[in-house]
């Protein structure tokens, strides 16, 4: 008897080991491995970055024709590739999402076809680079992605920010780049838009909201590309960090600019101005000017279709004011009060709006 119970015994313990080294080999088989999203804050980094078609280096991709219509991008890779040999970017400013790849040669894309959704993809190209290859692809959109590498392909799904994220906003630091905007003695009213919009990105990253960004840099993005962010994202709100001057230099104080051009029932342009105006006036313990509605020469605000406004965070031709403006811990509590604001109008019923 016991002996019987010690060969069933042996019987199932064999017949585990086998089930177990079967599961085993088929999950080294099938191993399939998320990409971590490493650049989904990417912005335009520089006004050169879009290469034109035919431009040195560049060739244009072949796409597999039998898979043209899939729903992800598929991207086949060398075998002995590995996850932490690939860099994905999310330029979503100029629409593009760039693949870079370690130790791939040129020909590789020639003899392995890429399949693609052309909904989502204009064109790839592809160019060698120091250690493997770049390729771009032109989005027909603005998209967010997600990542599966899997038996030596790379799968990357495209959602709408929307799928991806319940809120979310556009922060348009305005001037940049060979627009300076006001400047005066010596300062340069688009580098103090640009520190008050990092220091505010370093407290929206804490929370929940996805927050797009027009520049992180010094560039200087078309008016029409600030509003195609925010119209390409449908975000919940779009708020424009600016300063102001006044011909009359005892002038000081913080202004909101709003988009009169569209009603929004419920929370709008007028209340979202108003917010900003209120906790960056708060924040800083400074002196309100009030609200006014966008004039005719302020395409951004006139034309993106969300509620939509501007904090002007103070005049540059005040001498005392500029001096503020300067400072870090100034820029920081201007960034703490457009925080302030964009939290209040979701408790305010954003949302359901």
Excluded: W
């Excluded at 991207?75 to 999310?90: G, S």
């Excluded at 195609?228 to 001057?245: E, K, S």
């Excluded at 969300?306 to 870090?328: F, H, M, W, Y």
């Amino acid at each position: 008897m016991q002996f019987d119970i010690m060969k069933k015994a042996a019987i199932g313990s064999a017949v585990f080991s086998i089930a177990a080294m079967g599961i085993i080999l088929y999950m080294s088989a099938e191993k399939v491995i998320t990409i971590s999203d490493v650049a989904q804050d990417e912005v335009q980094r520089n006004t050169s970055y879009v290469q034109q078609e035919g431009e040195s280096g560049e060739q244009i991709l072949m796409f597999a024709s039998n898979e043209a219509d899939t729903s992800y991008l598929r991207v086949p890779l060398p075998k002995e590739c590995r996850a932490e040999d690939i860099i994905i970017e999310n330029h979503y400013m100029n629409q593009e999402l760039c693949i870079l790849i370690n130790g791939v040669e040129p020909v590789f894309f020639e003899e392995n076809l890429i399949s693609v959704n052309r909904e989502m993809i204009r064109k790839g190209t592809c160019e060698e680079i120091e250690d493997g290859m770049k390729l771009r692809f032109r989005l027909t959109g603005i998209f967010e992605y997600r990542t599966i590498l899997e038996n030596n392909d790379l799968y990357v799904s495209f959602l709408r920010p929307k799928e991806m994220y319940d809120k979310i906003v556009v922060i348009d630091p305005a001037c940049g780049g060979s627009n300076s905007g006001y400047a005066v003695d010596g300062l340069n009213e688009k580098e103090i838009n640009l520190l008050i919009a990092q220091k505010l990105k370093e407290k929206l990253d804490k929370t929940d909201i996805k927050a797009y960004y027009t520049r992180m840099d010094d560039v200087n993005p078309t008016e029409e590309e600030r509003v195609g962010l925010a119209n390409g994202t449908r975000a919940d709100m779009y708020i424009r960090i600016q300063a102001d001057a006044d011909e009359d230099s005892a002038i000081y104080g913080t202004t909101a600019v709003y988009n009169g051009d569209y009603f929004i029932p419920g929370f709008g342009s007028v209340e979202l101005a108003d917010l900003l105006e209120r906790e960056v006036v708060t924040s800083i313990k400074g002196k309100a000017l009030g609200l006014c509605e966008a004039e005719a020469q302020e395409y951004a605000l006139r034309n993106v279709t969300i509620p939509a406004a501007s904090i002007k965070t103070g005049c540059v031709t005040n001498k005392q004011e500029a001096i503020l403006l300067e400072r870090d811990d100034y820029q920081e509590k201007i960034a703490a009060g457009i925080y302030n604001a964009i939290l209040k109008a979701y408790e305010s019923g954003l949302k359901d709006a």
